[in-house]
């Protein structure tokens, strides 16, 4: 069961103008279940995107890397199917994407580099190019601007419920609305995370600012969340601005126009981030590791993920098992080579577990196991080199984390 994750509530999640999303079943792996989502946006909008830094990166990243390079402020669609990847499918998982990505522009009639492809699902099957082309009309013929919360549920993998988020603010006079959806519950690892993410916002802005709001709400966001260390070969972080709210162009992020849009930007990309940690294959506890004290805020990162990716660690979460030892292991191994561990800080919630390196005097293990028994649980470490700090959100190894994972394709 996911960790404190309610259901998105369809009513809440606010249509942005200049966009309209349209859902449709293809058969692309399983019958009988929507599976391909277009989502249309008005001309004139911008859009902005960064993608996983895995090498081996499947067909329709490539597409879209391509396309945006020459047509970031023309897009008119994206297309999103579950259940394959199109991943190490080779020339012929290229050809699949761009029939895809064409067709829908051809009924659109538009330019095939203005649509922009994307895939989740199986890595090494070949797409199903022509039953996803063949529900093409349907998913035209069903779009709306409301259809956020159906179109989350048919980007879903192994998520146990859709994950959408909406925010609205005030910038001079105007109502500018931020919505976005992801999908994402296993292979979840920063830079980034085995996830598509797509928000959607009707203020006007500027594409070169577009690209660094795009960037910086990533790494705060989808950058800081991990639940089992594996990066994916498909994930797409989309930002979109359709221009339609009548707020003139934003085209710095440090004005208060860029500044207000950029928080709620992020707020609802956390948002997402933190419902992908919850919602984490056979997850049980949700985990924020803070790591303070750092020289460089890259070695705050380090720490961070050292204790998030430890599979003794996590197991000693999920079994409430305060064998705090292991904390303090991956400390060690993040790779500081003149870390001095007679400074080292360890807390659990508001226990203070170790002290300059050691365990702290007043510290009972009946109040690490009573903190590592809850299902929401901080862990803060300090350094003692500096004054930056970073977090990182994860979750627990749970036996259902391998049974999810063992019959992900049956």
Known sequence: MPVHLPLPVAEQLHPVAGVRLGIAQAGVRKANRDDVTVVLLEAGAVVSAVFTTNRFCAAPVQVCRTHLSTHADAVRALVI?????????????????????????????????????????????????????????????DAQA???????????TTDTQPKAAS????????????????????????????????????????????QSLCREVADQSFNRVTVDGDTSTNDSFVLMATQCSGLPTIDALDTPQGQALQ??????????????????????????????GGQTQDECLKVAYAIAHSPLVKTAFFASDPNLGRILAAVGYAGILDLDQSLIELYLDEVHVATRGGRHPDYAEADGARVMAQAEIKVTVDLGRGTYADTVWTCDFSHDYVTINADYRS
Not at 268 to 286: C, I, N, S, Y
């Open 146 to 156: 409301n259809h956020w919360l159906r179109a989350a549920r048919a980007i879903m």
């Open 81 to 141: 199917n579950t259940g394959n990847a199109n991943a190490g499918t080779g020339a012929l998982g290229l050809e699949r994407a761009l029939q895809v990505s064409g067709a829908l522009a051809q009924q659109l009639g538009v330019a095939g580099a203005q649509v922009l492809p994307f895939s989740t699902g199986v890595i090494m099957e070949q797409l199903p190019a022509d039953r996803i082309v063949s529900a093409l009309p349907a998913a035209l013929a």
């Open 167 to 210: 925010r609205q603010v005030l910038i001079d006079g105007h109502l500018i609305t931020v919505t976005g959806m992801a999908k994402g519950a296993g292979m979840i690892r920063p830079n980034m995370a085995t996830m598509l993410g797509f928000i959607a916002t009707d203020a006007a802005i500027a594409p070169a600012t577009l």
């Open 263 to 292: 928080a709620a930007v992020l707020a609802v990309a956390q948002e997402l981030a933190h419902a992908m940690v919850r919602d984490g294959e056979g997850a049980t506890k949700f985990i924020t590791v803070q790591v303070r």
